[in-house]
C-alpha cells in the first residue's frame, strides 16, 4: 500500500506563516486538486495529510487551518473523475456549496460527490476529514444514478455508512498492509463494496457487496473487540455480539469463515499472552496461577494442560523454573 504521510511541522521553520502556506499550497495542488484556498491570517497555518493508495481507490485524513476552498470550472476542467465520499470531523461547522445544493455541515455528516465539479466551502476555524474516493466509471458500473444529484448526504443509520467510515480510519492508520500486496488488493476490494452499499446498490451489485465488503469489515470490527478484551474472563460471544451489533449466531458463522471459532481465537490470544509473560524477566516473582489469570484464565489446571499442548512444556518447564 503505498502512502503519504504530510504535516505543516516539516516545513521550514523560518519561513513566515504566509509564506509557508504558499509552499504548502504549492506542494500540495496535484494531490488535492487545483483552487482558490485562503488561509485563516488570524489562526498559525497548520495542516496535516495522510493518503493511502489502494490500486485506483484511496483514502486520506486532511485537516488545515485554512478558511476559503473554491473550485472553479477553470480548477476541475483537467481534475480526475473521481467520487469523494467524505465524513467531516471538524467541531466548527463548514458551510460548503456545490452546484445549486447548500449544507451547513457538522461534526459526523457524510457526503459523497464527484470531485470534477465547481465547489465551494468556508471554515471558521480547523477543517478536518477523513475520505475516500473511487474512479466515477467504476462506481456507476454498480450504482448507475450514484451522480444523479450534485452532492449526497450519506444516512448515518445505515450499517454500510457506519463501517464505511470507521473502515477508513482502519486503513489510514494501518500498518499491515505495506510492502502486502495482495492484502493491499482485498482492502480495496472490502472498501469499494462499502462505497456502493452506502450509496444505494441494488440487486446483484448489492448482495456481492454485502457478501465481501459488509461482511469482512464486521468481521473485522469483531476481532479488534476481542483482541482488545480476550483477558477478560468474561468474555463471551454474547458480549463481542453486542458490541458490534450483531446476532451471536451471525458472529459465529463469521469467525467460523474466517478459520477459527470464538473459542480458538480467545484460547491462542490468552495463551500468546502468558508466554510472554513467563518470558518476561520482569515477572520471574509472578506466580503462574497469577499470570494464567491475567491471561484470562480462571482455571489454572486448565491452562496448564493447554500450555503444555501449544508449546510443549509446562508454564514452569517453559519459564526454566
Avoid at 484556498?37 to 481507490?57: Q, W
Avoid at 485524513?61 to 473550485?71: A, S
Avoid at 469499494?192 to 451489485?205: F, H, S, W
Avoid at 481465537?265 to 503462574?288: F, P
Amino acid at each position: 500500500m503505498q502512502k503519504i504521510d504530510f504535516s505543516s511541522d516539516s516545513l521550514p521553520a523560518h519561513l513566515s506563516d504566509k509564506d509557508r502556506f504558499r509552499l504548502w499550497r504549492d506542494m500540495w495542488m496535484e494531490q488535492l486538486g487545483d483552487a482558490e484556498i485562503r488561509h485563516a491570517e488570524d489562526k498559525r497555518f497548520a495542516t496535516a495529510t495522510k493518503m493511502r493508495f489502494l490500486g485506483d481507490l484511496r483514502v486520506g485524513l486532511f485537516e488545515t487551518t485554512t478558511e476559503y476552498y473554491v473550485r472553479t470550472r477553470r480548477h476541475v476542467a483537467n481534475d480526475r473523475d473521481d467520487i469523494f465520499v467524505g465524513f467531516y470531523r471538524s467541531p466548527r461547522p463548514q458551510v460548503w456549496s456545490v452546484a445549486d445544493c447548500d449544507l451547513s455541515l457538522q461534526r459526523g455528516n457524510g457526503i459523497a460527490y464527484n470531485v470534477a465539479q465547481p465547489c465551494r466551502s468556508f471554515t471558521n476555524g480547523v477543517t478536518s476529514w477523513v475520505l475516500a474516493s473511487i474512479p466515477r466509471a467504476t462506481l456507476l458500473r454498480q450504482v448507475p444514478h450514484a451522480d444523479d444529484r450534485p452532492v449526497t448526504r450519506l444516512d448515518p443509520a445505515s450499517p454500510a455508512v457506519r463501517h464505511l467510515e470507521r473502515t477508513i480510519d482502519f486503513l489510514l492508520q494501518s500498518e499491515e498492509l505495506d510492502g502486502e500486496p495482495a492484502l493491499s488488493r482485498q482492502a480495496g476490494t472490502a472498501l469499494a463494496d462499502l462505497i456502493v452499499l452506502a450509496l444505494g446498490a441494488k440487486g446483484d451489485a448489492a448482495e456481492i457487496a454485502i457478501g465481501r465488503g459488509l461482511r469482512a469489515a464486521r468481521l473485522r470490527e469483531a476481532l479488534a473487540v476481542i483482541e482488545a478484551r480476550f483477558a477478560d474472563p468474561a468474555l463471551s460471544t454474547e458480549t463481542v455480539a453486542r458490541a458490534v451489533g450483531l446476532s451471536r449466531r451471525y458472529l459465529n458463522t463469521l469467525l467460523l469463515e474466517s478459520g477459527r471459532t470464538f473459542a480458538e481465537r480467545v484460547l491462542e490470544l490468552r495463551l500468546q499472552k502468558a508466554c510472554a509473560m513467563l518470558s518476561d524477566v520482569r515477572n520471574d516473582a509472578t506466580k503462574v496461577s497469577d499470570i494464567a489469570l491475567a491471561a484470562g484464565f480462571n482455571d489454572v489446571s486448565y491452562f496448564n494442560r493447554r500450555f503444555r499442548v501449544r508449546f510443549g512444556a509446562s508454564p514452569t518447564q517453559y519459564r526454566g523454573g
